[in-house]
């Protein structure tokens, strides 16, 4: 099966940097990869995602890239802001009668 | 539109005891995942149905779980004979999945499971 790994497992970032959270994926066909953020006590919620025949994807301060050939897509955050603290999972899929396999997650936080 | 509903939000069960845990698609959505979230960790899959049909139970135990999803109504996670291990979150999603793979996963709220 799908194994997805992600780093880091926690991020710090001052208000206003960046950020990028990084996952890998072993399955080449693995098709669909969605972001999820998770604030504390909240359910998963769906941020970005991106399809395997688009390498780049943004939305507003959001982000996500896809590297196909080398398995790996990654999130980007620009001028992050307190209420970007959460939470963040990736995940990837085959699509079809699949299940969805989830990143361990990345904590981050930023400081005002 | 409701989204994903589940129900209850919070239960409280003494060791041995059963768990029962609802959930309902949103509407339009046919296929339920099950997940498992201990506090300060990821989710962890446990079962995949459709309407009257397990398509994947690879993340679930082998004993004390089981999960249904009947023609009519919920899909029920049941869990016998609690222990403290299962005190969790337990979160359902849904997804208008086709088989061709245009599929997006939406959770409910989850329900939160202590064992005493």
């Known amino acids: 099966g799908e194994n997805v790994e992600q780093h880091p497992s926690t991020l710090s970032v001052q208000e206003g940097d960046s950020a990028v959270i990084k996952c890998t994926y072993s399955?080449?066909?693995?098709?669909?990869f969605p972001w999820y953020k998770q604030e504390l006590g909240k359910r998963p919620q769906l941020i970005i995602d991106?399809?395997?025949?688009?390498g780049e994807k943004k939305d507003q301060r959001i982000a996500v890239t896809l590297n196909k050939t080398a398995k790996h897509f990654s999130l980007h955050i620009t001028e992050t802001q307190p209420e970007d603290s959460a939470v963040y999972f990736c995940a990837a899929t085959p699509g079809g009668f699949n299940k969805f396999y989830f990143g361990s997650g990345t904590k981050l936080n930023v400081k005002p | 539109n409701a989204g994903v509903m589940q129900n209850p939000r919070h239960l409280v069960r003494r060791r041995g005891q059963e768990a029962r845990l609802r959930c309902s698609p949103m509407k339009g959505h046919s296929h339920v995942y099950w997940y498992r979230q201990l506090p300060e960790e990821g989710l962890k899959f446990m079962v995949y149905l459709q309407k009257e049909n397990i398509i994947d139970e690879s993340g679930m135990p082998k004993e004390r779980f089981s999960a249904e999803f009947p023609k009519e109504g919920p899909s029920i996670l049941r869990i016998q004979q609690v222990v403290r291990g299962d005190s969790a979150a337990y979160f359902c999603?849904?997804?208008?999945?086709?088989?061709?793979?245009?599929?997006?996963?939406?959770f409910g709220a989850g329900s939160r499971l202590t064992v005493l």
């Open positions: 399955d080449s066909a693995s098709n669909y």
């Open positions: 999603a849904s997804s208008p999945l086709s088989d061709s793979g245009a599929n997006v996963l939406t």
């Open positions: 991106i399809r395997s025949n688009v």
